[in-house]
């Protein structure tokens, strides 16, 4: 993917150049939502929650911002980044939207500030000297920062996210933040078509929301649930699940 240079509050990054990416068609992005609307909602439904109940978050990660502006244009609201330099760049250039912006990617610590000047939620915070950093840089003309803390429950291959059994400890700490708001776990469990594999991977998830809730009884939020996935999530309990490929296409 080709890339242009950014420059931003004296930051310089190198950006994919919108320009130059495919953009996806209209009707494709039409009929892509329509159908992921209706698989939220027959799962939903199958498990006798709400449809309400479960949150789209829409996975733009590597798409232009005209496709997020026609995702937005269907009705899409909230949107999730994997890469800050490149969500950066997007979520300058859609100001004049009403959309909600969610970090969902690994933070390394000298990113804080943009995150928490640019975003509504950050989803992968895993350790407390990232959530005291974004607790010190979230702008006071802001709300409190929305935090879903990332956990590594043992599916798990990769080493971001807390241990369960760290958990409190990270609670305890962010709960006294007052420029963060934790809102509840995520977790991106290992891929597997083994539906009852993922089922016992995200209730392990879920087990452990009551224990947040103990110390933080506003926390109402399991980020869980992609693409291949998203089934057995809502099944389990997922609040906001994140879609990137089933919306947009195969990323290239
Ligand atoms: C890319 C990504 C997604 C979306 O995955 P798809 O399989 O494309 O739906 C969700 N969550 C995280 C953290 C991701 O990095």
């Not at 803390?149 to 400890?169: C, M, Y």
């Not at 309990?237 to 994140?242: F, H, K, L, Q």
């Amino acid at each position: 993917m080709p890339f242009v240079l950014f420059s931003l509050h004296g930051d310089h990054f190198w950006l994919p150049n919108s320009a130059t990416m495919r953009p996806m068609n209209m009707q494709q992005l039409t009929d892509n939502i329509a159908k992921v609307r209706s698989r939220v909602r027959e799962s939903a439904q199958k498990c006798q929650r709400e449809e309400s109940t479960v949150s789209l978050l829409a996975v733009s990660k590597t798409r232009s911002a005209g496709d997020v502006r026609n995702a937005a244009a269907c009705g899409l609201r909230r949107f999730g980044e994997n890469y800050l330099q490149e969500a950066v760049g997007k979520i300058e250039a859609l100001q004049d939207l009403d959309l909600e912006w969610h970090f969902i990617g690994p933070i390394q610590s000298n990113k804080t500030r943009l995150i928490a000047t640019h975003f509504d939620w950050v989803h992968s915070v895993d350790r407390e000297k990232i959530a005291r950093r974004l607790n010190e840089q979230r702008p006071e003309a802001l709300p409190p920062l929305n935090i879903c803390l990332q956990v590594n429950i043992s599916a798990e291959d990769s080493k971001s996210g807390v241990v369960p059994d760290a958990l409190g400890e990270l609670v305890e700490a962010i709960s006294k933040m007052t420029r963060l708001r934790l809102r509840g776990l995520m977790a991106i469990p290992a891929a597997t078509g083994d539906a009852d594999q993922q089922r016992a991977n995200f209730a392990q998830l879920r087990q452990l929301l009551p224990q947040v809730q103990q110390q933080v009884p506003e926390a109402d939020t399991l980020s869980m649930g992609m693409s291949g996935d998203m089934e057995a999530a809502i099944a389990e309990g997922a609040t906001i699940v994140r879609i990137g490929t089933d919306l947009f296409g195969p990323r290239g």
